[in-house]
């Protein structure tokens, strides 16, 4: 690896490497690529209420499958919503089999929004669905809370 190498990576990495994170989840703390679960914008509504925008893409996620640390960083950063409200962008792109496999997951994500972040939940917003989203929103359907799924929209 080159010095020029070694100061693109630094250029990337530094950003996230902020106290904060270390509060929501050590592992992207050390390295942002670990989870996919970033707030990229927080605006007001007309009411004056605070609605913060996540954003995931699972395909960029290196630790897509440890599903306790998942599951941690989500609450971890949930929990800090406060009264504001939330609305979730799910990227698809890159979405593929071995994500789609991890139905555990998927059930655990969708009981931690249902039981304690529901409520102030906007919409799951699906942008670039694939066969493989697909093909795992239909095995969860029957699993999730009707509310959760009335707030599901494709982009
Ligand atoms: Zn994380």
């Known amino acids: 690896m080159s010095s ?3 100061f693109v990576n630094i250029n990337i ?4 490497k902020n106290e904060t994170m270390r509060e929501i989840c050590l592992y992207c703390y050390h390295n942002p690529k670990s989870h996919s679960f970033k707030k990229i914008k927080e605006e007001v509504n007309l009411n004056n209420i605070g609605i913060v925008s996540y954003y995931t893409k699972v395909a960029d996620a290196a630790l ?7 599951i941690a960083h989500y609450r971890n950063e949930l929990n800090r919503l406060g009264n504001k409200r939330w609305i979730w962008i799910f990227d698809g792109e890159g979405f593929s089999l071995k994500h789609a496999l991890n139905i555990s997951l998927a059930k655990q994500l969708a009981k931690l929004i249902t ?3 529901n409520e102030r939940l906007d919409n799951i917003i699906i942008r670039n669905p694939n066969f493989f989203t697909n093909m795992l929103l239909k095995s969860l359907w029957l699993f999730l809370d009707k509310k959760l799924k009335n707030k599901i929209i494709y982009e």
């Open 4 to 6: 020029q190498d070694n």
């Open 13 to 16: 990495y530094q950003p996230n």
């Open 64 to 70: 897509y499958y440890d599903t306790k640390s998942i």
């Open 115 to 117: 039981d304690d972040f």
